[in-house]
Nanobody, 115 residues
């Protein structure tokens, strides 16, 4: 099973970044895919998720700034981030959950937003 993120980096406040994730080697159908993040000294928190049917859920802190989308056929998910703030600085983790509740995580990708 491989869950691989890409697209992290450094950007100034107000800028944009796009994170991509591809899940492979998962034999069961994937239901939800999404992104979580862990900022220094904080607990991991949900950023955004999207179900196979297209229902989305966003953390209040990113609503209106981040957009999540997925390709069910390719098992990929993309997080478009705009109007980035220094408080968005964190390691972002891709997450996939199959229809039996099994969870898979990527290794994480660093996003750094400077003021």
């Amino acid at each position: 099973v491989h869950v691989v993120e890409s697209g992290g980096g450094s950007v100034q406040a107000g800028g944009s970044l796009t994170l991509s994730c591809a899940a492979s080697g998962i034999s069961e159908e994937i239901n939800a895919m999404g992104w979580y993040r862990r900022a220094p000294g904080k607990e991991r928190e949900l950023v955004a998720t999207v179900t196979r049917g297209g229902s989305t859920n966003y953390a209040d802190s990113v609503k209106g700034r981040f957009t999540i989308s997925r390709d069910n056929a390719e098992n990929t998910v993309v997080l478009q981030m705009s109007s980035l703030k220094p408080e968005d600085t964190a390691v972002y983790y891709c997450h996939a959950k199959n229809i039996f509740g099994g969870k898979y995580w990527g290794q994480g990708t660093q996003v750094t937003v400077s003021s």
